[in-house]
Each structure stands twice: as C-alpha cells, then as structure tokens.
T-cell receptor
Framework: DQQVKQNSPSLSVQEGRISILNCDYTNSMFDYFLWYKKYPAEGPTFLISISSIKDKNEDGRFTVFLNKSAKHLSLHIVPSQPGDSAVYFCAASARGGNEKLTFGTGTRLTIIP | GAVVSQHPSWVICKSGTSVKIECRSLDFQATTMFWYRQFPKQSLMLMAT?????????EQGVEKDKFLINHASLTLSTLTVTSAHPEDSSFYIC?????????????FGPGTRLTVL
C-alpha cells in the first residue's frame, strides 16, 4: 500500500525554466511534508518542508505547495539549474512530524543545459 | 547546521562476520534517529526507529536480532549487522530528527555501502 506516490518516475526540464515535481498521498493523518534531493550513493539532502496549516512555503528557488483537499503537494524549482539534476523524494509524516517518514518512490529530474 | 555523519562510508566483509555502522549528529542533539535501507532504484525503506536510552522500534519484517541498534547518547546511534550474508548487501542510511518548536525535520547521513562477500 503506497501511501505516498510520485507518479512521474522522471522529468526533463530546460535550464532556466521551472521544474514542477508532484506528489500525492492517501493517508489523511499526514500533516507534515518534506522534500529531499538525492544523488546516487549519498544520503538525501533536505530541501523544504510544509506543515498542513499552510498551503505554501518558499525558500529561495524552491517553493512547496500543499492542497489538502486534493491530498497533493508539489515542489517548484525556478529557475532550474544543472546542479538540480538528481532524484527528488517527497515524504510525509503524521502528528506534526513526530511520526516516522513515509517516502514516495522518487522522481528523477534532469536539467538540460 | 544539522549535519549527520556516518562511518564507515563503505565496508566489505566476509559472510558470517558482523559489521557496525555509526551515525552521529554533529551539531545538534537527536533523541530520535532512524535507520533506512535502500535497494538499487528503489525508495528508502525504514528499518527501525532508535530512541536514546530505550530499545529500538523495528518495522515489520526487520529482524531485530540481526540488525542490532544502540542509541547510547543524544548524538550517536549504531547499527550492527550480525552474521552478515550476501543478501544484506545494501546501502544503509541513518537520519536524525531535529526537535525545535514546530521543526521536526529529519537530516540524513551520507550513507554506508555494505558489501558482503
């Protein structure tokens, strides 16, 4: 039972354009969401998080949007840079982040120079 | 801030031996650390939750006698793979959770590649 889904296994975007990565969840108890970036043979790097009391959080080039009614979140990266090429995982937790993380399956983002 | 280290970064061992992996939070205290395993081209699989001063909580299907976890201090958790076999070869990643107000972010270590011959 995949409670967190990233339906696009891969995405290619031109450098300088906007990258939009999507994530859907099924568990209504999830109220804390995070995005991580991962390179091969490395641990995930935290990018940005959002609590369910908000619908948007922004940090530099990264913005996360949360649509609770649709149980959907997205990560926007603008402008996209070659160094953004990596696998992106969304993760969800309940009880304000006190519960364990449930990860999506990841989306491989490739930025085309 | 929020740096997590792992040691070793890679290890090769013979079948039947035990391997210990350390996870340290370098600039914050972590009452809770987590151990994950990642198979090629797959997502991270949570193995266990490690709480300082108490027994670890293992996920379903993870053998607690095979994967021994010790969380001796607020900055150190260890995972020992006992009597390792080739099927235990994998990429093991730990994380440590910050608890500052509403911030409950998990920060991950760089991972340990285990190869069992």
């Amino acid at each position: 039972d995949q409670q967190v889904k990233q339906n696009s296994p891969s995405l290619s975007v031109q450098e300088g354009r906007i990258s939009i990565l999507n994530c859907d969840y099924t568990n209504s108890m999830f109220d804390y969401f995070l995005w991580y970036k991962k390179y091969p043979a490395e641990g995930p790097t935290f990018l940005i998080s959002i609590s369910s009391i908000k619908d948007k959080n922004e940090d530099g080039r990264f913005t996360v949007f949360l649509n609770k009614s649709a149980k959907h979140l997205s990560l926007h990266i603008v402008p996209s840079q070659p160094g953004d090429s990596a696998v992106y995982f969304c993760a969800a937790s309940a009880r304000g982040g006190n519960e364990k993380l449930t990860f999506g399956t990841g989306t491989r983002l490739t930025i085309i120079p | 801030g929020a740096v997590v280290s792992q040691h070793p970064s890679w290890v090769i061992c013979k079948s039947g031996t035990s391997v210990k992996i350390e996870c340290r939070s370098l600039d914050f205290q972590a009452t809770t650390m987590f151990w994950y395993r990642q198979f090629p081209k797959q997502s991270l699989m949570l193995m266990a939750t490690s709480n300082e001063g108490s027994k670890a909580t293992y996920e379903q299907g993870v053998e607690k006698d095979k994967f021994l976890i010790n969380h001796a201090s607020l900055t150190l958790s260890t995972l020992t793979v006992t009597s390792a076999h080739p099927e235990d070869s994998s990429f093991y990643i730990c994380s440590a959770r910050v608890r500052q107000g509403a911030d409950h972010t998990q920060y991950f270590g760089p991972g340990t590649r285990l190869t069992v011959l």
